[in-house]
């Protein structure tokens, strides 16, 4: 089992900036990818970004391309999400999942951080 823990969210400005982290702890030598979805209320949970555990190749919705970042501390097993040019629909609940086969869903998943974006 792989344990996440997803902190660093909280009220930002339009415009402004927020780094994500999320401490992976437990079977993290099982990771494949780690992903960071979202869920703004009444929508469903869509993806926002992955990292390739194995060659740190990165994958990003369009609505976020050139805008977040997502990134590795290997040493750590812990994946950041670097958000810049926030704008009011990025306000959603964040969570960090992990995938543990090869090829299939993100299994494992977070609590949760809130990001609130005010114009």
């Known amino acids: 089992q792989v344990q996440l823990v997803e902190s660093g969210g909280g009220l930002v400005q339009a415009g402004g900036s927020l780094r994500l982290s999320c401490e992976a702890s437990?079977?993290?030598?099982?990771?494949?990818?780690v992903g960071w979805y979202r869920q703004a209320p009444g929508e469903e949970r869509e993806f926002v970004a992955a990292?390739?555990?194995?060659?740190?190749?990165?994958y990003y919705s369009d609505s976020v391309k050139g805008r977040f970042t997502i990134s590795r501390d290997g040493a750590k097993s812990s994946v950041y999400l670097q958000m810049n040019s926030l704008n009011t629909g990025d306000t959603a609940v964040y969570y960090c999942?992990?995938?543990?086969?090869?090829?299939?869903?993100?299994?494992?998943w977070g609590q949760g951080t809130q990001v609130t974006v005010s114009s």
């Open positions: 437990g079977r993290t030598r099982s990771i494949y990818a």
């Open positions: 990292l390739s555990w194995s060659d740190n190749k990165t």
């Open positions: 999942a992990a995938r543990t086969v090869r090829v299939g869903q993100f299994g494992s």
